[in-house]
């Protein structure tokens, strides 16, 4: 950090969580036996490492969740005579000792890592740092304006700085991308999620030729995401410093790879979002905390990644702090064991996807023949596509697996139906059908088998599987829209003499509710009830994959190939039939069509045995 007049002032203290949000922070830092013990305190020797922690890092790299861990400025623990490594050592054993189960990537440091930037301050944290270089953990280091000469640029030349943190030092990391020919900026690349990542990490003042440097390494890495680290850039919240405009305006605003960027130099923390030139948001984060007790204590923030969620949750921890709960903690460190204020702990939604489509879209899969779709056991399959967007259906829509379950179109009211080029990205066909039912007057169209289909007698008494891709509109109102069959079979419960529940009831359909949850309800062989499954809640305008599973014995449920919870346990054996037809849209009440679906349908596949979730249309 700067000196006095370049700070804010000086927040006041903030007081821990009680209760369950106290006992939550320490079972989530992995620490919670620790300070619950009277007599074992967190070692302060490279040595007293784990067996755990001695192990060579090897985050996992295809994991969709994963850890950023970053440290500001320490500069206060190493200060002339009065340099206290502890901290920062027990941070860096933290990152090791929890390094797998937190999927802990990489490291960034801020800057400021000492007071005066002198030799001895630069070589003993350069000796803590040694902790991470026996294990092979990714990290970046940069100057900030108490490691170097604050009136220079990165063309400064020799310091004692750049003798322990130049490029010498991480030759040789798998992490390590290169570094610019004055030394003081770096890049490093590292993989999570699949996928690499580019940390640029620059100097506390760019010359001319490190924002020319900066912007060549972009320039070689055009499809990585970036999280660009300097020493000061956002001032406070919402606020960018003089300097801090001029990295945006010169290299963050027209570079829409920098999605993240993560400073120090001034307290408290806090952050500031801009729209860059693509018109994309840029998050841009403070975090400091030397103002506060021991220097800060060489806390380390947690950027938990988790793209499956589209979100990075946030978290600010002092290893050191909760590991001396076991000996007992002071007034002022009670205090600072767990900073819990919004520019401390907090989350950030990103969609991924969206946010990097711009330089790095992911390529759409491409469809996939019909021929690889029917698989052993394969009865039937529809799929629409290949016709023209918004023409309307007119003749048979072809059963793909050959067997003859045809399918022909049938209007009530004067309803069509339309092809579409929309499918779900993981759909075989690359199109479907628009349903345009409605309840009151019915009106829409939906398909059904022709009268000779061989499906229309089948019972599947050694199992099935039945899946679906749909999609509902914004308009989808449950008033008008609700309980319209995806998939059904007709013929009613007391025209099979099953007269449990309501005999006017269809054999089987595969419904959505007025609360848009997949439902499952059929009669099976061995019943003379209505056996159901029911699946959640799908919101509107997302295609969905849907899949019923029966192994002869027990039917399951699935969501995007995820099992839902209410799936029955009695047994349940095949599907009872009166050789009627099978319907797509449609759904029938005591015999007659009472709801057509109000959505757009992609590919149906019916199969005479249970598949396993990675043998589904969506995999």
């Given at each position: 950090?700067?000196?006095?007049?370049?700070?804010?002032?000086?927040?006041?203290?903030?007081?821990?969580?009680?209760?369950?949000?106290?006992?939550?922070?320490?079972?989530?830092?992995?620490?919670?036996?620790?300070?619950?013990?009277?007599?074992?305190?967190?070692?302060?020797?490279?040595?007293?490492?784990?067996?755990?922690?001695?192990?060579?890092?090897?985050?996992?790299?295809?994991?969709?969740?994963?850890?950023?861990?970053v440290m500001p400025d320490t500069q206060y623990l190493f200060d002339g005579p009065s340099i206290?490594?502890?901290?920062?050592?027990?941070?860096?054993?933290?990152?090791?000792?929890?390094?797998?189960?937190?999927?802990?990537?990489?490291?960034?440091?801020?800057?400021?890592?000492?007071?005066?930037?002198?030799?001895?301050?630069?070589?003993?944290?350069?000796?803590?740092?040694?902790?991470?270089?026996?294990?092979?953990?990714?990290?970046?280091?940069?100057?900030?304006?108490?490691?170097?000469?604050?009136?220079?640029?990165?063309?400064?030349?020799?310091?004692?700085?750049?003798?322990?943190?130049?490029?010498?030092?991480?030759?040789?990391?798998?992490?390590?991308?290169?570094?610019?020919?004055?030394?003081?900026?770096?890049?490093?690349?590292?993989?999570?999620?699949?996928?690499?990542?580019?940390?640029?990490?620059?100097?506390?003042?760019?010359?001319?030729?490190?924002?020319?440097?900066?912007?060549?390494?972009?320039?070689?890495?055009?499809?990585?995401?970036?999280?660009?680290?300097?020493?000061?850039?956002?001032?406070?919240?919402?606020?960018?410093?003089?300097?801090?405009?001029?990295?945006?305006?010169?290299?963050?605003?027209?570079?829409?790879?920098?999605?993240?960027?993560?400073?120090?130099?001034?307290?408290?923390?806090?952050?500031?979002?801009?729209?860059?030139?693509?018109?994309?948001?840029?998050?841009?984060?403070?975090?400091?905390?030397?103002?506060?007790?021991?220097?800060?204590?060489?806390?380390?923030?947690?950027?938990?990644?988790?793209?499956?969620?589209?979100?990075?949750?946030?978290?600010?921890?002092?290893?050191?702090?909760?590991?001396?709960?076991?000996?007992?903690?002071?007034?002022?460190?009670?205090?600072?064991?767990?900073?819990?204020?919004?520019?401390?702990?907090?989350?950030?939604?990103?969609?991924?996807?969206?946010?990097?489509?711009?330089f790095a879209p992911v390529p759409a899969r491409p469809a996939r023949p019909a021929s690889r779709?029917?698989?052993?056991?394969?009865?039937?399959?529809?799929?629409?596509?290949?016709?023209?967007?918004?023409?309307?259906?007119?003749?048979?829509?072809?059963?793909?697996?050959?067997?003859?379950?045809?399918?022909?179109?049938?209007?009530?009211?004067?309803?069509?139906?339309?092809?579409?080029?929309?499918?779900?990205?993981?759909?075989?066909?690359?199109?479907?059908?628009?349903?345009?039912?409605?309840?009151?007057?019915?009106?829409?169209?939906?398909?059904?088998?022709?009268?000779?289909?061989?499906?229309?007698?089948?019972?599947?008494?050694?199992?099935?599987?039945?899946?679906?891709?749909?999609?509902?509109?914004?308009?989808?109102?449950?008033?008008?829209?609700?309980?319209?069959?995806?998939?059904?079979?007709?013929?009613?419960?007391?025209?099979?003499?099953?007269?449990?529940?309501?005999?006017?009831?269809?054999?089987?359909?595969?419904?959505?509710?007025?609360?848009?949850?997949?439902?499952?309800?059929?009669?099976?062989?061995?019943?003379?009830?209505?056996?159901?499954?029911?699946?959640?809640?799908?919101?509107?305008?997302?295609?969905?994959?849907?899949?019923?599973?029966?192994?002869?014995?027990?039917?399951?449920?699935?969501?995007?190939?995820?099992?839902?919870?209410?799936?029955?346990?009695?047994?349940?054996?095949?599907?009872?039939?009166?050789?009627?037809?099978?319907?797509?849209?449609?759904?029938?009440?005591?015999?007659?069509?009472?709801?057509?679906?109000?959505?757009?349908?992609?590919?149906?596949?019916?199969?005479?045995?249970?598949?396993?979730?990675?043998?589904?249309?969506?995999?």
């Amino acid at each position: 950090m700067c000196t006095s007049h370049e700070s804010g002032h000086e927040p006041a203290l903030e007081a821990p969580q009680a209760g369950a949000g106290r006992r939550t922070f320490l079972r989530a830092t992995a620490l919670i036996g620790a300070a619950a013990t009277t007599s074992v305190a967190l070692p302060t020797a490279a040595d007293a490492l784990t067996d755990k922690a001695r192990t060579s890092w090897r985050p996992d790299t295809e994991s969709r969740r994963f850890t950023l861990a970053v440290m500001p400025d320490t500069q206060y623990l190493f200060d002339g005579p009065s340099i206290d490594k502890a901290p920062v050592e027990a941070s860096l054993r933290y990152l090791l000792e929890h390094g797998r189960d937190e999927n802990i990537v990489f490291l960034s440091h801020l800057g400021d890592l000492t007071q005066n930037g002198a030799a001895p301050e630069i070589a003993a944290i350069g000796e803590a740092f040694r902790l991470l270089d026996r294990r092979g953990v990714g990290y970046s280091v940069l100057a900030g304006n108490h490691d170097v000469k604050s009136s220079t640029t990165d063309q400064r030349g020799a310091s004692p700085y750049l003798d322990v943190f130049g490029p010498e030092r991480f030759k040789g990391k798998r992490t390590f991308g290169g570094a610019s020919a004055d030394g003081y900026n770096t890049f490093h690349v590292f993989r999570a999620a699949g996928r690499e990542w580019l940390v640029l990490a620059l100097d506390w003042r760019l010359s001319d030729k490190g924002y020319a440097w900066a912007k060549g390494v972009l320039a070689e890495h055009p499809t990585l995401p970036v999280i660009l680290t300097t020493h000061e850039l956002v001032a406070e919240d919402d606020s960018l410093s003089e300097y801090g405009q001029q990295l945006w305006d010169r290299l963050i605003a027209d570079h829409d790879q920098i999605f993240l960027t993560l400073n120090g130099h001034y307290w408290p923390a806090g952050r500031a979002t801009r729209k860059n030139a693509a018109g994309h948001d840029v998050e841009l984060h403070l975090t400091n905390y030397q103002n506060r007790y021991f220097g800060g204590a060489a806390m380390i923030r947690l950027y938990r990644f988790d793209l499956d969620r589209d979100t990075i949750d946030v978290e600010t921890v002092s290893p050191w702090i909760l590991g001396r709960a076991a000996k007992g903690i002071n007034e002022l460190e009670r205090q600072e064991i767990e900073l819990s204020g919004d520019a401390d702990r907090f989350s950030v939604g990103i969609d991924f996807a969206e946010r990097f489509a711009g330089f790095a879209p992911v390529p759409a899969r491409p469809a996939r023949p019909a021929s690889r779709m029917v698989i052993p056991g394969t009865v039937a399959y529809w799929r629409f596509d290949g016709q023209t967007d918004g023409a309307a259906l007119t003749g048979t829509v072809r059963d793909r697996s050959g067997h003859g379950n045809d399918l022909t179109p049938v209007s009530v009211g004067g309803g069509t139906l339309n092809w579409s080029s929309d499918h779900h990205p993981d759909q075989p066909g690359h199109g479907s059908l628009d349903f345009n039912g409605f309840k009151s007057p019915l009106t829409g169209a939906y398909l059904r088998t022709v009268d000779d289909a061989p499906l229309n007698s089948a019972t599947f008494r050694s199992g099935y599987t039945i899946e679906a891709f749909y999609r509902l509109p914004a308009d989808w109102d449950p008033s008008h829209h609700a309980w319209a069959g995806v998939v059904s079979r007709t013929g009613t419960g007391g025209g099979a003499g099953k007269t449990g529940d309501d005999p006017d009831e269809p054999l089987a359909t595969l419904s959505l509710s007025n609360d848009r949850e997949p439902q499952w309800a059929m009669r099976p062989l061995n019943q003379q009830g209505i056996a159901t499954n029911w699946g959640q809640e799908t919101p509107l305008e997302t295609w969905w994959h849907l899949a019923v599973v029966n192994d002869g014995r027990h039917t399951t449920l699935y969501v995007q190939g995820c099992p839902v919870v209410r799936n029955p346990k009695p047994a349940s054996i095949g599907i009872t039939s009166v050789g009627l037809p099978w319907l797509l849209g449609g759904y029938e009440y005591a015999g007659k069509i009472d709801q057509i679906l109000h959505a757009r349908l992609g590919d149906v596949r019916i199969v005479e045995r249970a598949l396993p979730v990675s043998a589904f249309m969506n995999h």
